[in-house]
T-cell receptor, first 111, second 114 residues
Framework: GQNIDQPTEMTATEGAIVQINCTYQ??????LFWYQQHAGEAPTFLSY????GLEEKGRFSSFLSRSKGYSYLLLKELQMKDSASYLC????????????FGIGTKLQVIP | DAGVTQSPTHLIKTRGQQVTLRCSPK?????VSWYQQALGQGPQFIFQ???????QRGNFPDRFSGHQFPNYSSELNVNALLLGDSALYLC?????????????FGPGTRLTVT
């Protein structure tokens, strides 16, 4: 099985940078996803990491260290619309996409 | 290009009843996964369907069952509803069952069991 840990809540200031950490303990690993979920809405895809290192996509970057069971999502130039929950999710190995989600980190961006 | 659609949007049922939720995947997608998301929690994987068969299953009882049709749409059935089944049920589709393709989520069905 999978155990995924991420902070429950974070607060950051508009225009700043915030890093949301995720650690996982798994019996297997085949990729890590980050999703954004606004209140009352469906999750939307942000990033996918399967190899170690940093992947950058605009204001959002995601980092993975498989040996440490660790990932982070970096959000730059924060905007008020970034206030949302950020979900870390790990995919198990095998031919089918069984994905385990963390509880999510609720980020509040303040002026 | 229509994304993932789900119906109904909201549903209220009584304990012991049965419910069927429906999902149509994004155009071009053939794999459908179902998730249960309780308030304040992350989505919990229920099962995944590919080629009309259940391919993976999470830790959910047999009261939760599903089906996938030849047009790739899917249904989630829950029997003998419990109060604890109240949650947002999300359907997600992808272009393949195990590749790096992202999952696209539908808007969800909010189920309330009274």
């Amino acid at each position: 099985g999978q155990n995924i840990d991420q902070p429950t809540e974070m607060t950051a200031t508009e225009g700043a940078i915030v890093q949301i950490n995720c650690t996982y303990q798994t019996s297997g690993f085949n990729g890590l996803f980050w999703y954004q979920q606004h209140a009352g809405e469906a999750p939307t895809f942000l990033s996918y990491n399967v190899l170690d290192g940093l992947e950058e996509k605009g204001r959002f970057s995601s980092f993975l260290s498989r040996s440490k069971g660790y990932s982070y999502l970096l959000l730059k130039e924060l905007q008020m619309k970034d206030s949302a929950s950020y979900l870390c999710a790990v995919r198990e190995p095998g031919g089918y996409q069984k994905v385990t989600f963390g509880i999510g980190t609720k980020l509040q961006v303040i002026p | 290009d229509a994304g993932v659609t789900q119906s109904p949007t909201h549903l209220i049922k009584t304990r012991g009843q049965q419910v069927t939720l429906r999902c149509s995947p994004k155009s071009g997608h053939d794999t459908v996964s179902w998730y249960q998301q309780a308030l304040g929690q992350g989505p919990q994987f229920i099962f995944q369907y590919y080629e009309e068969e259940e391919r993976q299953r999470g830790n959910f009882p047999d009261r939760f069952s599903g089906h996938q049709f030849p047009n790739y749409s899917s249904e989630l059935n829950v029997n003998a509803l419990l109060l604890g089944d109240s949650a947002l049920y999300l359907c997600a589709s992808s272009a393949s069952p195990g590749g790096r393709d992202e999952q696209y989520f539908g808007p969800g069905t909010r189920l309330t069991v009274t």
